[in-house]
């Protein structure tokens, strides 16, 4: 799954070239940074390797949310369509903006249920956002439909879904605008960075300048650059954007290991008849960057979790439904409304009310289901050692629970 797994010398090779001129910002300096520009080259490469008509890099995938939301007018008291399974990043960026996060189930794609989406639109609904986790895709033609019928704003959180594709269209320039993270987990990385794309030259305009303190970029120099709005600094540096570059050329070939070694793990999984898999909306679009499974109850989930713990083959199974970072049942901080700050009345209200909010659809789901993370440097060996072994573990569970039964 992450590009750090493929580190070396292109990556070096992009940044040497930074350090040769010491111009490490991204604006400015023109004289001494003698024609380089790393983060204006991957804006260029991320446009054409996942076909949208504009880039604007930033420090993080968060900010990458938070800028696209801020350019897309998404503020005080506007409410976003999220799910209920993602990252915690996902909500932070829509509290930064003011905006208020209307968590809602999943169904078996891990994603937004469109369902659920239609029956949480009020007054106040402006934005649908659907995360595409665990390198797979929402289902958007449903969502895209909901979006024209309710006049909202499709925004897609791809962050952990590079080089997942939807219907031939990669995922994050399908809606209205969608985002990247590369930070050090994900499928390619800059070290920290993350990227907006759109087919809106406003929407990317917006962005630009929100980036870079609202600063226009259109002055002669950067001292003579104006304000049209407020903005913040979310600026990517030179020497991550070279990092980001070594690490683009090689999405394909990491694309390539994901799929083989998630085929190899499926047709150890696929034989128990006991397992089913995620649905995938296109099943031809998947990254292949986790293998998402189910156990027919949450009681064998969990059974099967602890005998991989106990045979010590848990490294890189994911068990959501536990898990603090990406699962609602866990946000004990969001649901306490625990700021730092003062946040607005609505926001609070809000938040206290997930406590009672029944997630038990998600629960059902959630509950059941394994991600099993596929590694780039696993030797052909060691993948069919590990299906082989969790396979094992899981028939191990299976049995003991049809002799108790
Ligand atoms: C990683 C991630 C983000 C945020 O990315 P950072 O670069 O770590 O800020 C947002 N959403 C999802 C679903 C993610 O997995």
Redesign the pocket.
Known sequence: MPGFELFGEEERKHINDVMDTGIIMRYGFDGPRKGIFKSLELEKKVMEVFGCGYAQLVS??????TTVMAALNIGAGDEVIMPSF??V??FE?ILSVGAIPVMVDIDETLTLSPEAVTAAITPKTKCVMP?H?CGSMADMDALKAICAEHNLILLE?A??AIGGTYKGKHLGTIGDAG?F???F??TITCG???VVMTNSKDIHTKCDGYTDHGHDHLGVDRGTDLHPFLGYNFRISELHAAIGLGQIGKLPTILGIQKKNHGILKSYLEQIPEISFRSLPDPEGDSHSFISWFLPTAELAQAVVAEMKAQGILAGNFYWFDNNWHYVRKWQHLQNAVSLNNISEAQKTALLALKDKDFSTSDAIMSRCVSTSIALSWTEEQVHDKGAKMAAAIQKVLEAASVEA
Request: glycine letters at 12%.
């Open positions: 993080s995938g968060t900010a990458a949310l993602t990252f990043a996902s960026a995360v986790m959180d962050c952990q985002t993270s590369f930070d987990v994900k920290e960075g993350g």
